[in-house]
């Protein structure tokens, strides 16, 4: 993908450039959500509770650090 974006950019092409990178971070981004929806999916109520959450959180928690990583530049703004 870098080799992609590198040599989209070196031919003038910034715009696919673009496109391409926010695609790896959606890529990347989704793959951590649904690794933290099976991680916390293995352990019991009594472990999710002593972190504060419970099991109908899992998805929402990994939605929002999916939204997290995608619009890094958008935090602090609202």
């Known amino acids: ?6 040599t989209a950019t070196w031919i003038g ?5 673009g ?20 991680e916390l999916s293995m352990l019991n109520d009594r ?3 002593d972190m504060g959450i ?3 959180m899992i998805r929402n928690l ?5 939204n997290d990583m995608v619009n890094k530049n958008l935090k602090g703004w609202v």
Do not use: C, D, F
Request: glycine content about 2%; charged content about 25%.
């Open 1 to 6: 993908m870098t080799t992609l974006i590198n």
């Open 62 to 66: 990994a939605e929002e650090h999916y």
């Open 19 to 38: 496109w391409l990178k926010k695609q790896s971070v959606k890529l990347k981004a989704r793959h951590l959500a649904r690794k933290t929806v099976s």
């Open 54 to 56: 419970h099991r109908g």
């Open 13 to 17: 092409l910034p715009s696919i450039a």
């Open 47 to 49: 472990e999710l509770n």
